[in-house]
């Protein structure tokens, strides 16, 4: 079996005038020259694994990776707009758990406390 011979082909799918650019033809991450937005990635991982109550952690979650994905494209408003998004998400996420976990105790040492009460009871009653 014969194979045909190699012949290297260039391909340029953007229009040309005749002129050469010094612009890349694609969007690239542009240098920032300010300081970086912080998009919250590590809170919202912790929020997400540990205090997901009615999924804000994974809403935190998501709009942090779109934070870190607008900073990436050099975008540094929307980053911004995006990473205050998680972060009011994360600390919601935060309040609500840490409510949960208050009222999940209470119930418990209140349950804790009536049967201690009714074992007494029972306890009385024997002797």
Request: hydrophobic residues 45%; aromatic residues 10%; glycine residues 4%.
């Amino acid at each position: 079996m014969q194979t045909a011979p190699h012949h290297p082909v260039a391909i340029h799918m953007q229009p040309h005038d005749g002129k050469e650019s010094d612009a890349p033809p694609y969007p690239y991450a542009r240098a920032a020259t300010g300081p970086q937005p912080k998009d919250y990635v590590l809170w919202s991982l912790f929020s997400f694994s540990f205090l997901n109550a009615c999924c804000l952690g994974f809403a935190a979650l998501v709009f942090s990776i779109k934070s870190r994905d607008r900073k990436v494209v050099g975008d540094p408003e929307g980053a911004t707009t995006y990473g205050k998004t998680s972060k009011c998400l994360n600390i919601a996420a935060l309040i609500v758990s840490v409510i949960i976990l208050i009222i999940f105790i209470i119930i418990l040492i209140t349950f804790a406390a009536a049967f201690q009460a009714q074992m007494q009871a029972m306890m009385k009653k024997r002797n």
